[in-house]
Structures are given as structure tokens and as C-alpha cells.
């Protein structure tokens, strides 16, 4: 695992400002972390697609860019500056994190259940330090990742979520990062929190958009633990500009009887790791993943899974389809990894890809790892064009070739819309993919 | 209505109709019946206009139009409709909304008003109790786990509901039990009109027993080998294809 050097150099020097500038302010017991972060990040350096879990991403563009950490913000956006990125019918919580820093003019944090906590992690550093001890950097191994490492490092913002035991919050939490554009090329640390107590729920939108065209890179992090039979509904959706840089991790810690499921819909991004890593601790958990991908152009969409049954009768299903055009490059990974006493596992895993063009490409790569022996796990992946069949059949009953061709596609990716139960997200997210397709305006009026 | 002159059609570097005639008038009901490779369903989805045959020589005319040279979603707003043989399955894409994008573009082309979503409700739950079908199976996606039984009166159902001028058949009774078979022959006598022709094509006699054709045309070898009336889908029920099969190439009305 060798390094671009420069760049690795430019990231310890920075951590070395960093660390005097966050002197004092209340965070000294965060050092020992921050230091070992770093550390492991000298040794690790950026990955390169000689390591077996990049083998299909290139992270020179990352690596080669001489971003700059994002300073406070001058630029101060007003109410209207985002309205454009409002999920209509989503009257729930929303934070807004402007160039990774919590924005509270923009902000409506409440009124939220008694007891539940929705703030942003700087406030969390001094606030509800008891349970960030109890859970910060316990679950992302930065040991294992230098863009995990480099995030604890630097990790200064995002959001935190805690609701107590027994407790709903019964409208989603929306949490929007913007970045703007900006002179140099800035890198963000995006750092989120999510604990939900035993037999608590939540829905959680992580939402990243690009206001003006620049290159940044957003290196973003949740952790999310959930207790026994708690209920968790996380969503990320990437649809920053063909310039952005995005890798992201979520990381799941699941408690017995637990209920997560994951959708994610990557859109956006010029070069776009999307790791989800549930690890299913406790029994009878039960896990749904849920993606899709959609790239033109020369963008590069990698979906990384992992997940890792630690404990026995549990269930995880993962569905991600791909729509590759242009240049495109997508690349699926799914690794499932069944441990020793995991029991009665139940692991389900299909990717479906569509390559509309010739010159667009896919990587599909299922990897088990069992080391248990009464289990049960499938997996298939399938790379396709558009069924020719299917057109056919459309036109016989009447419609053009272009619309037949514009319901197939929607219709692939509305398998993985359908999925997602929240509906003013479900449908903003169909309003994002027709937008999306070269024919989308005619599927608008054929509504 | 329809015309078809001397028909040449091949596929897969093999001559698969070697000159067909056949002539079809409004109010009719005719019956295609020959044994497998006989080229009826080549036949049927040269109607229809599917691209992978090509068309080598003659001409079918369609309501004093060239067939040929339409788009297969032109034929269909001029009115001719085929039942697939294997409908296909589209994971997705409702029921619903294929079946009001299809309606619309066809009323549409007819210089109709296109319904809103509230009348097309009306009219496809109506439709859909004549085939006996499940209301809820418009909440699914096209065809996707439907029975085999439940997508061939999906056919006849989508016909109920487009109202064409031209309905062919393809096989649609293969793999039908006798409660099915009945349901879809309801269903197309019950489109039966003065103002619409019907092409049954299939392997078997049965399905004319409920459907009763006013002609029957043996299709051997690329070619039609005999026409006939009703009587003839019994001689044929009886006697099997294999006099007509082997010298079928030489003779048209075949040999007694």
C-alpha cells in the first residue's frame, strides 16, 4: 500500500495546524484519538487499486488534489440560497451544514420528542460528551481505512442524533451538506452520530448537493448504533456536481432484534466510494440494503459493501442496480462475511446492471466469507442492455420507442425507489431519476 | 381490412413464409393453424412488426395502408393488436401506468380526448371483471409473476381495454386448462363485431371450439396449404397435419 507522498504530507501538516488551532476549545479529550487517527493515516496513505478493496477505484484524483481544509465560512447563504434542495412534503427536522460546518441560521433542529437529541457534533463535543465517549470512533475502523483515518482526524462537525430508549422521532431528520464553490479546492470531514436506544426509531436523510461547480472533496463518516429492537431508516443521496469528490462510510453497530435498512441513490459526483458496513452484533437483526446508482459522462460510482453477520438468525438483503451511460465506470461490491457462531444466518445479495452506451463500464464483485455452517446465502449479479423484448412489447400497445424506452428505465430504477418507505422521499427521488433520464420530460407528462 | 400478397419473410438466414396469401374482411374471424415451425407465429409478429424477421418479398396492406413500412407503435394506434404468444414480463413498470401510457397514445392518435387518471380506473376496473381477473393485479408490475394463465387473459384484457380493429392471436391457448381457455374465448367473443377482424392462430383445435372461426387456413411449410371453413379445424383435429406435411411445397389447395 504505497502513497502518493506529497499529498500524505500535506495532510500531516495540516493536522499539525489543526491541532494547535483546536487548542482550548473543550476537545482535549478527543487528542488521543485525533493522534492515533493520524498516525495510522501516515502509515496507511491513500489507497491505491493494488489493495484488493480498491481494485476498481482509482483515488489519484483525490490523492493528486491539493486540497485545503475548509476555514469558517464567510460566504453567509440565506433561506432561498437552498430552498432548491428542500424535499417537498418533508416537514421534519432539517440541519444544515454549509462547507462541513453546521449552518443554524439555516436550520430548523426541532420540536422534536421529548428526550430525543438532534444537534449538530460541535455542539455534541461539549454537550453529550458522555455519550460520544461512549460511542465516537468505536465502530469506523481508522485502523483499517486511510479515508476513516484521515475523517477522525480531522472530524470537527456533522450531525448528531440520540434518541432515548422507547422513543419515536416521528418526522425525518434531514441533514444537507452543501458546498459551495470556492477559490482553492477545500476538503471537508463530514462526521455523524447516530445513536438510537433500545426499542427507539428514526429516519435519517443524509443529503450532499453542490451549490456552483468546484472541485472539493467531502470525506463523510456515520456512525450508527442501534439498540435492541430499535428501528433505523438512513438514507444517503448523492447528487453533488460532476466535479465533486465523495467518499462515504456508514457504519452500522446493530443490537438484537434490530431493524435497519439503508437506500442509497448516488447521482451526482465526479468520483463517488459509497462503503456500507452494517455488522448485525446482536440476534435476530435484520438488515436491507438498498441502492442505486445512476452515472453518465466520466463519473465513477463505487458502492462497497460489507456485511458482517456476528451473531445468529439474522437476515440481510441487498438489492443495488446500476444505469451506467457515457464513459461511466460503476463497480459493486458485495462482501458478505458470516461469522463463527452466526447461525441461521440469512444473506441475500443481487446487483442488476444496465449499460446504455458501449463505452460505459461495470464491475460487479460478490465475495462470501462464511465461517459458519448452517447458513443460508445467496448471491447474483446480472449485466445487461435494455430488453429488447420488453421494448417490443411496449410498442405493439401503442407507445413511441423513446417513451418505451424511458419507462423501462425508470421502471429498473423504481425497483429500488419502491423499496423506500417514506413516501415525500420516495417520490423526490423519482422526481430526481426522471430529471435524471434523457427522456424524464416525457415520462413527466405521461404521469 | 387486411391483405396480405404473396408474403416472403426470412429470419436467421432461413426463408420462413414462402409467399403467403391471405385475405381478411371486417366482421370476420379467421383461424391459422398449422404445426410447430410452420411459420404462424412468424406470420403473427410480422403483423405486429417485430424487427428481427425480414421481410423479402410481397406486401401486406392494411386498411388500404402498407403495414410494412409503420413503426410497430403506428400499427398499433391504426388498430391492430397481437396477443403475445409469451407476454413479456417488465419488473418495474406498473400495470397501471403502462396500460394509460398505452390507452393514451392510442385514443390520442384516434383524435380522442385522453383520460385522466380517474376515468381510466373507471373504465379498466370494469374491463377487468370480464376476464375474471384480480383488480390487484394492477398494483403489480407488467406480467411479473404472473401465472402463465393470468398473463394470456392479460392479453385478451389489454385488447378489451385498447379496442383494436385488427386482434391476432398468437397461441394464446397454449398451456391453457379448460377454465382459462373458456374465460379468454368469452373475452374475444366478446369483442367480436362487424367493425373488427380476429386472426386466431394456433397448434390445436380446442380453442376454436369456444372461439368459431368463419375461416380456416392450414399453414404448412410457409405456406397455406388449404383454406377452408369451420369443418376444416375438425378434419385436422382428426386427421393431424402430417398429409399435409413433406410434399406440402407442391401443391396449394393440397392434394386430396
Redesign the interface.
Known amino acids: 500500500m504505497t502513497a502518493v507522498t506529497p499529498a500524505k504530507d500535506r495532510y500531516l501538516e495540516s493536522f499539525a495546524r489543526f491541532e494547535q488551532a483546536t487548542t482550548g476549545n473543550g476537545q482535549e479529550w478527543l487528542r488521543p484519538v485525533r493522534q492515533a487517527a493520524i498516525a495510522r493515516f501516515a502509515e496507511l496513505g491513500f489507497p491505491t487499486p493494488r489493495d484488493e478493496d480498491w481494485r476498481f477505484t482509482s483515488v489519484a484524483p483525490i490523492a493528486q488534489t491539493s486540497f485545503k481544509r475548509a476555514e469558517p465560512s464567510r460566504i453567509a447563504l440565506a433561506p432561498r440560497d437552498i430552498e432548491q434542495f428542500t424535499v417537498p412534503g418533508l416537514k421534519g427536522v432539517q440541519l444544515v451544514f454549509v462547507n462541513g460546518r453546521y449552518a443554524p441560521a439555516l436550520s430548523s433542529p426541532g420540536p422534536l420528542s421529548d428526550g430525543a437529541t438532534v444537534s449538530s457534533l460541535a455542539q455534541a463535543f461539549t454537550d453529550a460528551r458522555t455519550v460520544l465517549e461512549q460511542h465516537l470512533a468505536r465502530y469506523a475502523d481508522y485502523a483499517r481505512d486511510g479515508f476513516t483515518a484521515l475523517n477522525t482526524a480531522f472530524m470537527e462537525d456533522g450531525a448528531f442524533v440520540h434518541v432515548p430508549r422507547g422513543r419515536v422521532v416521528e418526522t425525518p431528520v434531514h441533514l444537507l451538506y452543501v458546498s459551495t464553490a470556492t477559490a482553492d479546492p477545500i476538503v471537508t470531514h463530514p462526521r455523524n452520530l447516530i445513536v438510537l436506544e433500545e426499542d427507539s426509531q428514526a429516519v435519517i436523510i443524509e443529503d450532499y448537493v453542490s451549490l456552483g461547480a468546484g472541485v472539493y472533496f467531502s470525506n463523510a463518516i456515520t456512525e450508527a448504533v442501534v439498540g435492541q429492537n430499535g428501528v433505523l431508516d438512513h438514507y444517503l443521496i448523492e447528487r453533488e456536481s460532476h466535479q465533486a469528490f465523495n467518499i462515504s462510510t456508514l457504519r452500522v453497530e446493530q443490537g438484537r432484534s434490530s431493524n435497519v435498512a439503508s437506500h442509497t441513490v448516488l447521482l451526482g459526483g465526479a468520483l463517488v466510494r459509497n462503503n456500507v458496513h452494517p455488522v448485525m452484533a446482536g440476534e435476530g437483526g435484520d438488515c436491507l440494503i438498498n441502492g442505486l446508482f445512476m452515472a453518465t459522462g466520466r463519473q465513477h460510482m463505487d458502492n462497497f459493501m460489507r456485511v458482517e453477520h456476528a451473531s445468529p438468525h439474522c437476515d440481510s438483503r441487498q438489492f443495488y442496480h446500476g444505469i451506467l451511460d457515457g464513459q461511466s465506470h460503476g463497480v459493486f461490491s458485495g462482501r458478505i462475511i458470516v461469522h463463527k457462531d452466526a447461525q441461521k444466518t440469512d444473506a441475500k445479495q443481487t446487483n442488476k446492471n444496465l449499460l446504455l452506451s458501449e463505452e460505459a463500464q461495470i464491475d460487479s464483485k460478490p465475495q462470501l466469507e462464511i465461517y459458519a455452517d448452517d447458513v443460508k446465502c445467496t448471491h447474483g449479479a446480472t449485466i445487461g442492455q435494455i430488453?429488447e423484448?420488453?421494448i417490443?412489447?411496449?410498442?405493439?400497445?401503442?407507445?413511441?420507442?423513446e417513451?418505451?424506452r424511458a419507462?423501462?428505465l425508470?421502471?429498473?430504477?423504481?425497483?429500488s425507489l419502491?423499496r423506500m418507505k417514506v413516501e415525500p422521499i420516495r417520490r423526490h427521488l423519482e422526481g430526481l431519476v426522471r430529471h435524471w433520464l434523457p427522456q424524464g420530460k416525457m415520462l413527466e407528462e405521461?404521469r | 381490412m387486411l391483405e396480405i400478397k404473396n408474403l416472403y419473410v426470412r429470419a436467421g438466414g432461413h426463408e420462413i413464409l414462402k409467399g403467403v396469401n391471405l385475405r381478411v374482411n371486417a366482421g370476420e374471424v379467421h383461424s391459422i393453424m398449422g404445426p410447430n415451425g410452420s411459420g404462424k407465429s412468424t406470420l403473427a409478429q410480422v403483423l405486429?412488426?417485430?424487427?428481427t424477421y425480414e421481410v423479402t418479398g410481397g406486401e401486406v396492406i392494411y386498411e388500404g395502408k402498407n403495414l410494412l413500412e409503420m413503426?410497430?407503435?403506428e400499427?398499433?394506434?391504426e388498430g391492430v393488436?397481437?396477443a403475445?404468444q409469451y407476454?413479456?414480463e417488465?419488473?418495474?413498470?406498473g400495470s397501471a401506468?403502462?396500460l394509460?401510457?398505452?390507452?393514451?397514445?392510442?385514443r390520442k392518435?384516434r383524435g380522442l380526448e385522453e383520460l385522466d387518471a380517474m376515468e381510466f380506473l373507471t373504465l379498466v376496473k370494469q374491463r377487468i371483471k370480464v376476464l375474471g381477473m384480480d383488480e390487484k393485479l394492477l398494483h403489480r408490475?407488467v406480467n411479473e409473476g404472473f401465472s402463465g394463465g393470468e398473463k394470456k387473459r392479460g392479453e385478451i384484457f389489454?385488447m378489451a381495454l385498447?379496442e383494436p380493429r385488427l386482434c391476432i392471436m398468437d397461441e394464446t391457448d397454449s398451456g391453457l386448462d379448460i377454465d382459462a381457455l373458456k374465460i379468454v374465448a368469452k373475452g374475444v367473443n366478446g369483442l367480436r363485431s362487424p367493425e373488427r377482424a380476429i386472426i386466431v392462430v394456433t397448434h390445436y383445435q380446442r380453442l376454436l371450439d369456444y372461439i368459431v372461426p368463419d375461416y380456416v387456413h392450414v399453414l404448412v411449410d410457409g405456406r397455406i396449404v388449404r383454406s377452408g371453413g369451420k369443418e376444416l379445424a375438425l378434419e385436422l383435429e382428426e386427421k393431424g397435419y402430417a398429409r399435409f406435411e413433406g410434399g406440402a411445397g407442391a401443391a396449394a389447395p393440397a392434394r386430396r
Open positions: 430488453d423484448d420488453a417490443f412489447y411496449l410498442r405493439c400497445r401503442g407507445i413511441a420507442l417513451a418505451a419507462l423501462l425508470f421502471g429498473f430504477a423504481g425497483e419502491q405521461a | 405486429a412488426g417485430r424487427e413503426a410497430p407503435e400499427r398499433a394506434r393488436f397481437m403475445f407476454p413479456v417488465i419488473p418495474g413498470v401506468q403502462f394509460k401510457a398505452a390507452l393514451n397514445a392510442i392518435a408490475s389489454q385498447l
